[in-house]
């Protein structure tokens, strides 16, 4: 099937399959009077200045002026989780902090529960309806992590769920193991066992059932420290998973350093991150993960993008949609949020939710971008630029999604 998006007022895009860092994330190819040819999902041609390119076609799609940009990726979400944690919320308004509540067991061990008592169906229809929404606000591309199961068979339970909506929806879903979310209930005071069990029992299983290709880790104050994370992080590289590693949310205990001497592909939230960690994970080739809709949510001070780009660090912005810290799974906010707080520039946003997340989670071959070769995973806005996208926030711009080459909205 041969498709063709015609009349696009500005197509914008990174250019390239790789991560963008240093001066080359705010550096974006912008054609005007735009034309994209695309077949059997896969775009063929890009054209501009009233060019369209040559064929026939099978549907046409009028872009009516209107900004394309290539679909954004969200390479950070907690997707799949068993019911809800509204319920916080007066605590939260009352001063307690997000490890107050986790120790008084609330928190992800509210969660945990929820999610052990509900059904792979039930979990499968509730997270496939969040892909709904995030599909049709523009994001076709999206990573999820377990760890809301903290036990071998919820752990493996939440990653079939994963699996399942990869196989089943329109969205790209890319799996993460994330069993050291927190310690469970079973194991208190018992971290370094947990650690060991997930080392010797969770990890291989996961591996062998080929359920995720990365796994993450928290290391953070209460929860895992920097050498149970590097023994986590050890035993997951031995069997061949790459590496995440969520650091310096709340307090700088070394996340980052470690994401940098380990290579991690990427390091998430990093709001505490300091110098030391920084220049680590500048070294090792780690994406910042960025997650300026938590620190929103939370009152928390933002992550120091700024000075993350200025050291040569690839700067990705997601979601992190989950039931506690960040119930929400809209990334324009978080495009907002990067613009008015990050004080990013549109175009290093536009990079921080394409082709650099993409990279973050190994799909930057295919998705990421607008040019030949790529995936037709396209979205057109209501919007003549992208600072538009920047500067308006609360509404749902995304005026058209084309993914794998089909209207979707």
Not at 27 to 43: H, P, R, T
Not at 80 to 108: C, H, S, T, W
Request: aromatic residues 8%; negative net charge; glycine residues 10%.
């Amino acid at each position: 099937m041969r498709l063709l998006i015609r009349n696009i007022g500005c197509l914008q895009t990174p250019a390239g399959s790789y991560s963008h860092k240093g001066s080359k994330q705010g550096k974006n190819l912008k054609l005007y009077n735009a034309a994209i040819a695309v077949e059997d999902g896969i775009i063929k041609a890009v054209t501009e200045d009233g060019r369209l390119p040559e064929g026939s076609f099978d549907e046409e799609i009028d872009a009516e002026g209107k900004l394309a940009t290539p679909g954004f990726v969200d390479g950070h979400t907690h997707l799949v989780f068993g019911g809800y944690r509204q319920n916080e919320i007066p605590m939260k308004l009352a001063g307690a902090g997000y490890l107050d509540i986790l120790k008084a067991g609330g928190g992800i061990l509210d969660t945990v529960r929820k999610t052990r008592e509900a059904s792979f169906e039930e979990l499968y229809d509730k997270s496939s309806g969040f892909l709904d929404e995030m599909l049709h606000m523009g994001i076709t591309t999206c990573e999820a992590k377990s760890g809301y199961g903290l036990d071998l068979e919820n752990e493996l339970k939440m990653l079939e769920v994963i699996k399942a909506l990869g196989e089943k929806h329109p969205m790209d879903v890319v799996p993460t193991f994330m069993g050291a979310h927190a310690i469970p209930p079973e194991y208190e005071g018992r971290g370094d066992e947990y650690i060991d069990m997930l080392c010797n029992e969770v990890i291989p299983e996961v591996r062998k059932r080929g359920l995720a290709e990365f796994c993450d880790v928290f290391c953070e104050d209460s929860v895992f420290d920097a050498a149970q994370s590097r023994k986590y992080m050890e035993k997951a590289r031995e069997y061949g998973f790459e590496l995440k590693i969520h650091a310096d949310e709340i307090e700088d205990i070394g996340g980052s350093a470690l994401a940098g001497e380990m290579e991690a592909v990427s390091a998430e939230h990093l709001i505490a991150a300091g110098e030391a960690g920084m220049d680590s994970m500048a070294a090792g080739g780690t994406t910042a993960m960025l997650l300026p809709a938590t620190s929103f949510y939370l009152g928390k001070t933002y992550a120091p993008a700024r000075t993350m780009i200025d050291k040569g660090i690839p700067v990705a912005i997601a979601s992190d949609f989950n039931p506690g810290s960040c119930p929400s799974l809209n990334l324009q906010l978080a495009v907002n949020l990067g613009y008015l707080r990050y004080k990013m520039t549109p175009e290093e946003i536009l990079t921080a939710v394409t082709i650099n997340p993409a990279c973050a989670i190994n799909r930057g071959d295919i998705v990421g971008t607008v040019e030949e070769g790529k995936q037709a995973d396209i979205v057109i806005w209501n919007a003549p630029d992208f600072e538009m996208l920047c500067y308006r926030f609360g509404s749902n711009l995304a005026d058209k999604i084309i993914k794998k080459g089909e209207l979707i909205k």
